[in-house]
């Protein structure tokens, strides 16, 4: 548990909001052997059947993990918000400050979304109504190990829950209609059996309360962002996200065109407008916002770290062009990323060189009546209740001169000059597409296996077609394959371009199909039981009871065209 929520009705109808983050910089100090390790791997990896961290599982299962009824330093921001989801008054906002908290509960995201659900079923839309509701009712909706500790009542955390996915609906709001877009692709889960073999499989479903956390990590993430720009316009560690590939969205919104969905792709806020306009509607039972999705996302580039002073004098190019922010970081998973470490001594260095201003001043005590909190990494969330928020504490280590720092940097207050932190940065980009690439052959590995235990016959939609192949991307499990005509066995096919025509005449019924794109094709997956082990994909004839074997190819024969896809809209990071 790295990442804590916290909600307190003000007086003036407001709220503050507190996003508290592990404080896993005060355990990992720079230039240590642990520091060096965590700088190595960069990044916890995510794989079906283990998780390998970052950090040493002492410091990220116990010591940094905010659990409940016990003390823990954590790294917070806090901010003023308005019912609507906007920010402000802006008096003094938003705080920064390393604080110890006590979370009162631990939720998972189903927990919470019960929560959710209840309310808005029971409640009238009125969060006074919960307190008149008896503590059994709501307890029996909340297991007995999530019930809130340290005198807080479960009326009490249902509130803030309440509360928290009310202004978070309508930030999220905002940020669409400020230009933010976001292209979801599925992600698969599996239940793994007494052999380590996948034994059932299903798509990993969004709740609103994943909605909920996202939103405020991602405001959290953009808030420090500008702070530490700000003190360190030269050298601080930013995440940006270039605009698609121009030659790639061209082409993809031609093929969007031809087939009757036009998409105006002149910025990110007009792709999710246009996307709008497709939410309720299907092709051939397929929903043509995932098809559409589909096809946008591959002229997409990744997002990337960078130091600021590598392209100090085009601001612009800081930005990040699926949130449409002006500039963003990652702040707000220090346990499994050393981007975000980096982030909080950057943050605690700017703090210090502040120490004049407001932003180091305790809010007033009343602001703290804290409760519930999330994780933006599916895991679990729960609340934080605020114990003592200590004064800033000067690293020791901080003012060690490293050896790579000039005496220029120095006397700037710099914690990491610009090459420096640049060589950082790729570092991180780096592990995080290598964690990414690894992750998705362990995801696909164990749909392999499965596979060959129990075939599965997909839907898949034809997104593109050349001379002598097509391509079929296969919604339900996120995989794309490229189908050469001559691989396909017992039919005759042919491509007429001109037309967007594909005509494939099968010999043992004498039938004849014919494809254009974003029709369906029925496909037969399985596994190569031969080294190295892939998927399988057989065309079959539609309505064959038979389920007639017509073409079967490995998922290495697709197209080794490179396609970029963004493995940050966020924050879900990014993940």
Same mark, same amino acid.
């Given at each position: 548990?790295?990442?804590?929520? #916290?909600?307190?009705?003000?007086?003036?109808?407001?709220?503050?909001?507190?996003?508290?983050?592990?404080?896993?910089?005060?355990?990992?100090?720079?230039?240590?052997?642990?520091?060096?390790?965590?700088?190595?791997?960069? +990044?916890?990896?995510?794989?079906?059947?283990?998780?390998?961290?970052?950090?040493?599982?002492?410091?990220?299962? /116990?010591?940094?993990?905010?659990? *409940?009824?016990?003390?823990?330093?954590?790294?917070?921001?806090?901010?003023? %918000?308005?019912?609507?989801?906007?920010?402000?008054?802006?008096?003094?906002?938003?705080?920064?400050?390393?604080?110890?908290?006590?979370?009162?509960?631990?939720?998972?995201?189903? +927990?919470?979304?019960?929560?959710?659900?209840?309310?808005?079923?029971?409640?009238?839309?009125?969060?006074?109504?919960?307190?008149?509701?008896?503590? /059994?009712?709501?307890?029996?909706?909340?297991?007995?190990?999530?019930?809130?500790?340290?005198?807080?009542?479960?009326?009490?955390?249902?509130? /803030?829950?309440?509360?928290?996915?009310?202004?978070?609906?309508?930030?999220?709001?905002?940020?669409?209609?400020?230009?933010?877009?976001?292209?979801?692709?599925?992600?698969? +889960?599996?239940?793994?059996?007494?052999?380590?073999?996948?034994?059932?499989?299903?798509?990993?479903?969004?709740?609103?309360? &994943?909605?909920?956390?996202?939103?405020? %990590?991602?405001?959290?993430?953009?808030?420090?962002?500008?702070?530490?720009?700000?003190?360190?316009?030269?050298?601080?560690?930013?995440?940006?996200?270039?605009?698609?590939?121009?030659?790639?969205?061209?082409?993809?919104?031609?093929?969007?065109?031809?087939?009757?969905? *036009?998409?105006?792709?002149?910025?990110?806020?007009?792709?999710?407008?246009?996307?709008? !306009?497709?939410? =309720?509607?299907?092709?051939?039972?397929?929903?043509?916002?995932?098809?559409?999705?589909?096809?946008? %996302?591959?002229?997409? !580039?990744?997002?990337?770290?960078? #130091?600021?002073?590598?392209?100090?004098? =085009?601001?612009?190019?800081?930005?990040?062009?699926?949130?449409?922010?002006?500039?963003?970081?990652?702040?707000?998973?220090?346990?499994?990323?050393?981007?975000?470490?980096?982030?909080?001594?950057?943050?605690?260095?700017?703090?210090?060189?502040?120490?004049? &201003?407001?932003?180091?001043?305790?809010?007033?005590?009343?602001?703290?009546?804290?409760?519930?909190?999330?994780?933006?990494?599916?895991?679990?969330?729960?609340?934080?209740?605020? !114990?003592?928020?200590?004064?800033?504490?000067?690293?020791? &280590?901080?003012?060690?001169?490293? !050896?790579?720092?000039?005496?220029?940097?120095?006397?700037?207050?710099?914690?990491?000059?610009?090459?420096?932190?640049?060589?950082?940065?790729?570092?991180?980009?780096?592990?995080?597409?290598?964690?990414?690439?690894?992750?998705?052959?362990? =995801?696909?590995?164990?749909?392999?296996?499965?596979?060959?235990?129990?075939?599965?016959?997909?839907?898949?939609?034809?997104?593109?077609?050349?001379?002598?192949?097509?391509?079929?991307?296969?919604?339900?499990?996120?995989?794309?394959?490229?189908?050469?005509?001559?691989?396909?066995?017992?039919?005759?096919?042919?491509?007429?371009?001109?037309?967007?025509?594909?005509?494939?005449?099968?010999?043992?019924?004498?039938?004849?199909?014919?494809?254009?794109?974003?029709?369906?094709? /029925?496909?037969?997956?399985?596994?190569?039981?031969?080294?190295?082990?892939?998927?399988?994909?057989?065309?079959?004839?539609?309505?064959?009871?038979?389920?007639?074997?017509?073409?079967?190819?490995?998922?290495?024969?697709? =197209?080794?065209?490179?396609?970029?896809?963004?493995?940050?809209?966020?924050?879900?990071?990014?993940?």
């Amino acid at each position: 548990l790295d990442d804590a929520l #916290s909600i307190t009705p003000l007086p003036d109808g407001n709220y503050r909001i507190g996003v508290h983050i592990a404080d896993v910089s005060y355990f990992v100090q720079p230039n240590n052997a642990l520091d060096d390790e965590a700088q190595n791997r960069a +990044t916890t990896i995510y794989l079906v059947q283990k998780v390998i961290p970052m950090l040493p599982r002492l410091l990220c299962e /116990d010591l940094c993990s905010l659990n *409940p009824s016990v003390d823990r330093l954590a790294y917070s921001v806090e901010w003023t %918000m308005k019912p609507n989801g906007e920010l402000g008054p802006f008096n003094g906002d938003p705080w920064y400050g390393r604080t110890v908290i006590r979370s009162c509960a631990k939720l998972d995201y189903g +927990t919470a979304q019960a929560m959710v659900d209840y309310c808005e079923e029971r409640c009238a839309s009125s969060v006074d109504t919960l307190r008149k509701k008896p503590d /059994d009712v709501l307890k029996a909706l909340v297991p007995e190990h999530m019930w809130p500790t340290d005198g807080h009542s479960i009326q009490s955390v249902f509130e /803030d829950v309440v509360m928290l996915n009310r202004l978070a609906k309508g930030r999220r709001s905002l940020r669409f209609k400020s230009g933010s877009l976001r292209l979801d692709t599925v992600k698969l +889960t599996f239940q793994l059996g007494a052999n380590g073999h996948p034994v059932s499989m299903a798509e990993y479903q969004l709740k609103d309360t &994943n909605r909920l956390v996202e939103e405020y %990590m991602l405001l959290a993430n953009q808030l420090v962002a500008r702070k530490i720009a700000s003190v360190f316009p030269e050298a601080a560690l930013l995440r940006r996200h270039q605009p698609p590939l121009e030659r790639g969205i061209d082409k993809a919104v031609q093929l969007c065109e031809s087939i009757g969905y *036009p998409v105006d792709a002149s910025s990110s806020g007009a792709i999710h407008r246009s996307l709008l !306009k497709y939410e =309720d509607a299907t092709r051939n039972g397929v929903r043509v916002r995932q098809i559409l999705e589909s096809v946008l %996302m591959r002229p997409m !580039k990744p997002a990337l770290y960078f #130091s600021t002073g590598t392209m100090a004098d =085009d601001r612009k190019a800081w930005r990040h062009y699926a949130l449409a922010f002006d500039m963003y970081t990652h702040f707000t998973s220090p346990i499994r990323r050393y981007a975000d470490v980096i982030v909080h001594r950057l943050l605690t260095k700017a703090l210090e060189i502040n120490s004049n &201003n407001r932003n180091l001043e305790l809010p007033p005590p009343e602001m703290y009546t804290i409760s519930d909190d999330g994780d933006d990494d599916g895991d679990d969330d729960g609340g934080a209740e605020e !114990k003592a928020t200590p004064d800033i504490k000067k690293n020791k &280590n901080k003012n060690k001169k490293n !050896k790579k720092h000039d005496a220029d940097d120095d006397d700037r207050g710099l914690l990491y000059s610009t090459d420096e932190l640049q060589k950082l940065a790729d570092q991180c980009n780096m592990r995080k597409l290598n964690s990414k690439k690894a992750q998705e052959q362990s =995801d696909k590995l164990f749909l392999c296996v499965y596979a060959r235990d129990h075939p599965l016959m997909v839907k898949g939609t034809v997104i593109d077609m050349g001379e002598k192949s097509f391509e079929v991307v296969v919604l339900s499990h996120a995989l794309e394959k490229r189908v050469h005509l001559d691989s396909i066995n017992d039919a005759d096919a042919s491509i007429d371009k001109e037309e967007g025509r594909i005509t494939i005449r099968w010999r043992g019924s004498g039938r004849e199909q014919v494809l254009e794109l974003f029709d369906s094709v /029925d496909l037969l997956l399985g596994m190569r039981e031969q080294p190295p082990i892939d998927l399988t994909f057989t065309l079959v004839e539609p309505s064959s009871a038979a389920a007639t074997v017509a073409s079967s190819t490995s998922a290495a024969d697709a =197209d080794d065209a490179a396609k970029e896809h963004d493995d940050d809209q966020d924050d879900k990071d990014d993940e």
